[in-house]
């Protein structure tokens, strides 16, 4: 289990560098499933993981100048304070009702990731309305970061789900930045915002240290590599299929009626309409490659 651990800090890596995507959406869900963790443990494990690699990807992003410093710090003052809240009532909860509050916690997790899901969606539907122009912010901006800390700051600490999601979609609606520098400043604060968050749970004894580090073997590479290709962020499709996925774990967590049947039938679907997306791209690149270039028709 070890090295597939490595793999899966791997991919995830690559996801969070490239997209800013919050790596807890996908790998809180993955640790329940594949690796069998309690939700508990999957997510203070996850937010500490985060909190390490996330910064090597940050102080990259840093480096490239994709990253608005004054306001990841104002947002900050919102989410760190307000995660630690999160955790205290995390492992409050935890110890009022022991075993009887992993079912919650799943529960809790699994509305976290269909909401996550829905957001990436319509992240992928957006487009930042920034320039490379500097962004000074006023009174309104920064009122506006703390509001999304608190509220973000919470959710993370008490479902590992949002620091990426979250953030960058609010950022992307509030603020005039490039594509770029959302994803570094949310990853930025993210990092920061996870330190505080996963010290809580270090504490209070929600957190895998094997496991963490054996995520640490390939999420640190993965993010590296992953802050690299930001200029050649992903497609409309793979954010769509990112949100999918988020969606989907959330309801296999929530396990409602029929919670199986809707995942195959959802799935399929998916799949089909990637295909004939597929399809439509290769057929159209075909027509770009076969239609001559107007220098040539002039010649």
Not at 255 to 282: E, F, H, M, Q, T
Request: charged share 10%; glycine share 14%.
């Amino acid at each position: 289990m070890d090295w597939k651990l490595a793999v899966a800090g791997l991919l995830i890596g690559l996801i969070v560098g490239m997209t800013g995507m919050g790596g807890g959406s996908l790998m809180t869900p993955m640790l329940i499933f594949v690796f069998g963790f309690k939700p508990t443990v999957a997510i203070g494990t996850d937010i500490l993981h985060g909190a390490i690699f996330k910064s090597f990807g940050a102080v990259r992003h840093r480096q490239l100048g994709h990253v608005h410093a004054r306001l990841a710090m104002w947002m900050l003052i919102g989410s760190a304070p307000f995660s630690l809240l999160g955790v205290t009532l995390s492992a409050w909860l935890s110890r009022t009702y022991g075993d009887g509050y992993e079912d919650t916690a799943q529960q809790v997790l699994g509305v976290a990731l269909v909401i996550g899901g829905i957001g990436f969606f319509a992240k992928a539907f957006l487009r930042p309305h920034g320039n490379d122009a500097p962004f000074i912010l006023q009174r309104r901006d920064k009122a506006i970061a703390v509001l999304i800390g608190v509220i973000g700051g919470f959710v993370v600490g008490l479902t590992s789900v949002g620091s990426g999601t979250f953030f960058g979609l609010v950022m992307m609606i509030a603020f005039p930045l490039t594509a770029a520098k959302i994803v570094g400043t949310d990853l930025f604060q993210a990092a920061l915002l996870l330190w505080v968050a996963g010290f809580g749970h270090f504490v209070t004894g929600s957190v895998d240290l094997g496991a963490t580090g054996w995520l640490l073997i390939g999420s640190i590479p993965g993010v590296l590599l992953g802050s690299q290709l930001t200029v050649k962020l992903p497609d409309r499709a793979l954010r769509v299929a990112l949100s999918l996925v988020l969606s989907l774990s959330g309801v296999k967590l929530l396990d409602p009626p029929y919670a199986n049947a809707i995942i195959i039938v959802v799935s399929c679907v998916a799949v089909l309409a990637g295909l004939v997306l597929a399809a439509r791209w290769y057929v159209r690149r075909g027509l770009e490659r076969a239609t001559p270039a107007p220098d040539e028709l002039a010649a």
